[in-house]
């Protein structure tokens, strides 16, 4: 296959080099391209056909539906893995050996406990407060209080950022959902495992010993496995634009976290749950809403579906489907919801609008829908999508910042006043 692309723009024609990856997926590599042209840029708003690195961690196919992680499926790691190791196999790039995974996971004990004076932070902001704004706040302020951990360049001042993120990161988790709920705000137990770690502390009560639910363990860590990783995501491309100005890991972090939070990415499983719940109290009218999604003139989407890259069914809202009926039926908890998204799934995948547009239910259709089965209040949804994309935010940025990427800062084309002289009217 040619390796170079022939571009003929102003009456000249100019070779630009392709780039072929493991996957056999080729781009166009246009660093020379202002050079060669004399200033010649591109456009592409929301950057549909732009790549912007090249990266080892996570293969997509959206047209097949393919999700790896390191080249491991999804398939195999959501059954099988434990999501520490995937955390791992992420940032590092190979599954720990089990000294390894219990050197990291120490590792990561040692550095969970929070500053006292964070809880300063977290008592100024009202009940009323956001989740995600808060983890987004207090996972900035981390900065002041681990100041090694600002602009670090050797690989050794690296792992101990890593691991000290991913051990604080879960108990800001809990103390954003505690602090709504008026719970006390302490720690979990480092003889626990990250997972079991992270349910205790969300969910103990300050006068009741707390008994682990194995239900609730296996599906919270198939879920944070299912949301660890996306390629170029909205999120994973600002911590990587962010951490490539050499802004901290934390810093760099937390601007993902504020781009998670908006409803077209990761806060879509609040307003898929939201719509759903509307839908019910509209006596079930599934029709009307989807009649809303088609409606141009109507600014209502169908939350939990479509998908910038995937355009056949995301493989995660597969197996999540499956996990929410499983997760359901363990707990014994029927939820009319469940079978409300199925009814609008089943009406949307018969449906020109949708097949013409090729929308399917994303990764973010069914999950609230377990996590409201475990207990988890609807503001924290996203706040746990936040926890499981940790590692791959994580992962993303140190490929980025080991690889010396350059900083991130994109063209433009300008469209407004050409030169006009200054006239004040404040001056005669
Ligand atoms: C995540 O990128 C990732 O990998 C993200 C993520 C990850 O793991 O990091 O997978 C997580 O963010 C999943 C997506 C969660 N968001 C939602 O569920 C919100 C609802 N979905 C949409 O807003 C939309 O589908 C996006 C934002 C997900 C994708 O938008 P695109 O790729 O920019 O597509 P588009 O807005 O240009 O839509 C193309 C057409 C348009 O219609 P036409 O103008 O062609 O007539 O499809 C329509 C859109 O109006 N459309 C929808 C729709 N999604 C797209 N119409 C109704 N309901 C929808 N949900």
Redesign the pocket.
């Known amino acids: 296959m040619s390796n170079k692309a022939i571009l003929e723009i102003n009456g000249e024609k100019h070779e630009l080099p392709t780039f072929t990856g493991s996957e056999n997926e080729v781009a166009i590599d246009i660093s020379s391209l202002r050079a060669v042209t004399k200033g010649v840029t591109t456009i592409d708003p ?1 950057f ?1 056909n732009t790549g912007s690195c090249v990266s080892e961690i996570t293969f997509l196919d959206g047209e097949k539906g393919i999700l790896r992680y390191r080249g491991y499926s999804i398939e195999e790691l959501a059954e099988k893995a434990d999501f520490l190791e995937v955390a791992y196999l992420l940032i590092f790039g190979e599954l720990p050996t089990k000294e390894a995974l219990d050197k990291f996971h120490a590792d990561i004990k040692s550095e969970s406990i929070v500053d006292d004076d964070i809880r300063k932070i977290i008592d100024a902001f009202p009940k009323s407060a956001h989740p995600m704004g808060v983890l987004s706040s207090l996972t900035s302020a981390l900065t002041a209080f681990n100041p090694s951990s600002v602009n670090v360049d050797s690989e050794k001042d690296m792992y101990n950022s890593v691991v000290r993120i991913l051990g604080k990161f879960p108990v800001l988790v809990a103390w954003a959902m505690r602090k709504k709920q008026g719970l006390p705000l302490d720690y979990g137990d480092n003889s626990l495992g990250y997972v079991e770690n992270v349910l205790k502390m969300m969910f103990k009560q300050p006068n009741e010993e707390y008994v682990q639910n194995e239900v609730l363990v296996n599906a919270l860590n198939k879920l944070l496995i299912l ?1 660890a990783d ?2 170029q ?4 491309s600002t911590v990587r634009i962010v951490g490539s100005s050499h802004a901290g890991l934390f810093a760099s972090i937390s601007a993902g976290i504020s781009a998670l939070w908006g ?4 806060g ?1 499983n609040q ?2 749950l939201e719509m759903l719940e509307a839908i019910k109290e509209d006596g079930g009218d599934t029709k009307k809403y989807m009649a809303k ?2 409606d ?1 003139s109507d600014p209502f ?9 995937y355009k056949n069914f ?1 493989p995660r809202a597969k197996i999540i489907k499956v996990t929410a009926d499983e997760v359901l039926n363990d707990l014994g908890v029927e939820d009319p919801i469940l079978d409300i998204a199925k009814g609008l799934e089943q009406e949307a995948l018969t449906d020109a609008y949708f097949i013409d ?1 090729k ?1 399917y239910p ?4 069914y999950s609230g829908i377990i996590y409201r089965a475990m207990g988890i209040p609807v503001e924290m949804f996203t706040v746990m999508f936040a926890l499981g ?1 940790l590692p791959g935010w994580i992962g993303q940025w140190r490929e980025m910042r080991l690889r010396k990427e350059p900083i991130g800062r994109p063209r433009q084309i300008y469209t407004g006043s050409t030169l006009r002289p200054f006239k004040s009217v404040a001056k005669k």
């Open positions: 929301g549909k949301h996306h390629e995501n909205c999120s994973t409803p077209l990415h990761g879509a307003a898929v999604a088609k141009k989407r169908l939350m939990g579906f479509g998908h910038r890259v995301d547009r929308l994303n990764v973010d259709f994309r």
